[in-house]
């Protein structure tokens, strides 16, 4: 069985292969920037891997007539040839805000024959909120808080965005007209559906106004909305055709899960759609180990969901891990890693946790309950007390998340 030292390696060589800056460099060396003559180049990057993406994008391109970095706090860096705005993730910030202005200006300056270079990476929905005329940056925070609250998975959450935001959904491209836009993605989406990744503002929405609305309905999430919110998702109104855009995706979760593969002997890729309630996916880990089916290093990618019924602090991958110990408890001869590929898990400052059949009686040796921590949505806590948290920091990617299943031969 591996040690807790090779998976974590092993979660490494994952988030590496998704490093922005070589798919970037990659991407714009197969296929340089077709600027018209006389045109003129503007870049934007917004995402957690934007300051990356950028970095690697400026030495290959025309020199910008002005770019723009958007990103979380922690990835924040000065870059020279371009403008960083560092801004609020996961609940959007006043900052957020001063971005989606500065872009907006800035888009404001194109002409027909311009090209603009957009680089997308996952975590760009919160971080540009833009919202619409008489929605509120409050307005949005509190949507965001109700969308993650409710366990919804991140194309319904991004659903509802897009219709709250002028530059969601393709509304970048309208504030970009009559330029050229080309745009290289990285994807933090299982299934790397382009309308889902930053909540596309490159690509057409996700859905309609209607089905939004009715979305919201089932959910029992439409009369907790904000009334401007539910006033904006009920205008009426055509929308206007979206302009073209070359959209590239140039990185993704499956490309991960294959190099770690590649770097581990005898590792198999189970799932690359570990999603859904995070209950439901940490029985599937469970099943496994009690069951001696699968292979002795198993791997899988997705992105859970957790529906928050306590006041604790965590994240989908720490309660994964938490839930996995919880119902092997006791159970020798495995061990189970689970992390952000971005190196934050929810709102804390780890990338997930490596649990093993004793991390419950660790937690109890520091007088900790771990069934009430679990039921307070704490697992922050719960496995800071067995010492399992797995401290990363920020790794300027995101491609959802990575998890690492070792059993004993």
Known sequence: MLTRAQMIELFKTGVGAADPRAAVHNALTRTPLDVPTGGRVYALAIGKAAHAMMSAALPLLPKPDAAIVVTNYENAAPLEGARVMAAGHPVPDENGMQAGLAIQKMLARTRSNDVVLVLVSGGGSALVPAPVSGVSLSDKAQVNDLLLGAGLDIGTMNAVRQHLS??????????AAPAQVQALILSDVIGDDLRAIASGPTVAPIATRDEVRALLATSGLWERLPPAARDALTREGDTPPLPDAQNRLIGSNQISLA????????????????IGDVGAAAEEIVQIVREGSGPRVALFGGETTVRLTGTGRGGRNQELALRVATALDGVAGWRFLSGGTDGRDGPTDVAGAVVDGDTLARIRAANGDPAALLADNDSYHALQLADDLLVTGATGTNVADLQILCIDA
């Not at 969601?168 to 309208?174: N, Y």
């Not at 770690?260 to 189970?270: P, S």
């Open 259 to 274: 190099a770690m593969a590649r770097d581990c002997d005898g590792a198999k890729i189970v799932s690359d759609k570990l």
């Open 166 to 175: 002028r530059m969601k959904g393709g509304g970048l491209l309208r504030m």
